[in-house]
């Protein structure tokens, strides 16, 4: 009978831990950016609450303008990671889809009751949805390369931005009263179905990235006017700009259709051109010309 000899226990000897290599800063600080943005809209929840109805906006704004931050400079810093684009995704879920949501309810959805709330429920699940059909069409490895200058839908930064116009509205003086208020109940509607329609929306991903020397000094002087309009007629300024974006919607889909067009006229000639090693293609006079006189050479 055999036994088996293990070797004593060395109480002396340390486990060994796994050693992780330390994190580059310029990997933390777009996620850093991410949680600021996280805490703007948060903050718009609780003044909300509140009834500071424009300090709700304000930061709605701000979680915006970090938002549009976060990516772009961990692409420039090189420091996208996965825990990186899941962070992002679940802070947009807050500030761009509840966040909103409550600021409306609270603003005055709530008039409605009921109906108030479900509109708002209706606006924070589409956010959800369309937030996680972006997660996994960015992993689609068939899409063509000019489909990067398009989102599918209204994406969620520009959602919460566009739901909240008759909030602008009102905060201009346009105010209808329950009236207005049914109508800020089928906007938020018609703004939640366009986030999760097949609606393709300029991306804007790819612009911006190089400025020609002439033009560093415009850009600079545009920039610093756009802030201080914001910041001088807030509500004049977002109400202009949402109607624009708006505007701009039907251009997205004729130019996603251009594209979709060119990519049609010029399948057949790739297919008709690719001709496999060692095969003829029939669809070339030519070569069925070839096929019959190696026939022939067969039978003689």
Same mark, same amino acid.
């Given at each position: 009978m055999r036994?088996?000899?293990? !070797?004593?226990?060395? !109480?002396?000897?340390?486990?060994r831990h796994r050693r992780? %290599? $330390?994190?580059?800063?310029r990997t933390l600080l777009p996620n850093l950016i991410t949680l600021l943005a996280l805490c703007a809209g948060l903050t718009a929840i609780r003044v909300a609450v509140e009834n500071n109805i424009q300090l709700a906006l304000a930061a709605i704004v701000l979680a915006a303008l970090l938002d549009g931050i976060d990516g772009r400079l961990a692409r420039m810093l090189k =420091?996208?990671?996965?825990? =990186?684009?899941?962070?992002?995704?679940?802070?947009?879920?807050?500030?761009?889809?509840?966040? $909103?949501?409550?600021?409306l309810y609270f603003w005055g959805l709530h008039d409605l009751k009921s109906a108030g709330w479900i509109a708002g429920l209706v606006f924070a699940i589409c956010a959800g949805l369309r937030l996680a059909r972006f997660n996994v069409m960015s992993d689609d490895p068939s899409? !063509?390369?000019?489909a990067g200058n398009f989102f599918t839908g209204i994406p969620a930064p520009a959602g919460a931005i566009t739901v909240l116009l !008759?909030?602008?509205?009102?905060?201009? =003086?346009?105010s209808g009263g329950l009236v207005g208020t049914w109508m800020a109940f089928f906007y938020t509607l018609v703004i939640a179905l366009l986030m999760v329609s097949r609606l393709p929306v300029f991306s804007g991903k790819r612009v911006g990235k190089r400025v020609p020397p002439e033009m560093v000094l415009p850009v600079f002087v545009l920039v610093v006017l756009f802030f201080a309009l914001l910041i001088s007629? $807030?509500?004049?300024?977002?109400?202009?700009g949402t109607f624009a974006y708006l505007a701009c919607l039907p251009f =997205?889909?004729?130019?996603?259709?251009?594209?979709?067009? %060119?990519?049609?006229?010029a399948a057949p000639a790739t297919v008709e051109t690719s001709v496999p090693a060692g095969e003829a293609s029939l669809t070339h006079p030519l070569a069925k010309d070839d096929v019959d006189d190696e026939r022939l050479t067969r039978l003689n």
């Open positions: 036994f088996m000899v293990f !070797p004593p226990f060395d !109480p002396s000897q340390r486990a992780f %290599k $330390p994190i580059p800063v =420091g996208t990671s996965r825990f =990186g684009a899941e962070l992002d995704s679940l802070a947009d879920f807050v500030n761009f889809g509840v966040a $909103p949501a409550l600021i899409r !063509p390369a000019w !008759p909030i602008y509205l009102d905060l201009l =003086g346009v007629y $807030p509500w004049e300024v977002l109400s202009i =997205g889909y004729w130019s996603y259709r251009e594209y979709q067009r %060119k990519d049609a006229a």
